[in-house]
């Protein structure tokens, strides 16, 4: 008698405008979901306190990243406010082998080329409750320029304005336990099967359609 062919995960990517907290949200719902496991990206970005190797991001040179770049090791890559980013396919393909979801924190740069490579993939979009929160968020960091928090606002918009084309799921992180319970509830519907009306709950045209009415957002592509 055979057995049943092992389980294979899911891609799942999380992106969302700077200061909208995806970082605090992906770490909350792996700690809630064993199944689930969080990709651990390269950056060229020097490494800020408290961040290990290998647990926050692999921290690399220019040249290393180049040259993973050039041997096409990676499934995506961007460039963000003058640092680079990339998943490996080998970051993503070994948890997945073992039955376990994916999830890939990036950029919408990255997002829309998982999109384009793995139809696998199911892309969960956070937003904030309005461009007002975003920019308080961003500034009570404490950490950039007034100038640099009105590039990532303007980055924002761009990013708001392409997003109901590009993503399947978009969430409101107003609550951030009514956030992780959200995204949690989407990973087991998709796991399931039973994703059909979480999409229609959260379908990313609807949810950004409050923001899009307040603001002029301008549809040309992010770079």
Known sequence: MSGSSPRRGIPFVIAAPSGTGKTTVCRRVV??????ELSVSHTTRGRRP?????????????????????????????????????????????????????????EVQGARQVRERRSDARLIFLIPPSMEVLAARL??????????????????????AVADGLFHYAVVNDDLERCVADVCEIL???????AAALRRRFDPATALAGLRRALPLRTDRIP
């Open 188 to 194: 087991r519907a998709e796991r399931e099967g039973r």
């Open 31 to 36: 700690a809630r979901d064993p199944l689930v």
């Open 139 to 160: 500034r009570q960091r404490g950490t950039e320029t007034e100038e640099a928090v009105a590039g990532r606002l303007a980055l924002a918009k761009r990013e708001l």
């Open 50 to 106: 408290g961040e290990e190797d290998a647990v926050a991001y692999h921290f690399v040179t220019s040249g290393v990243f180049q040259g993973m770049l050039d041997e096409k090791e990676f499934l995506e890559s961007a460039e963000y406010h003058g640092n680079r980013y990339g998943t490996s396919w080998a970051a993503l393909e070994a948890p997945l082998a073992r039955g376990h979801d994916v999830l890939l924190e990036i």
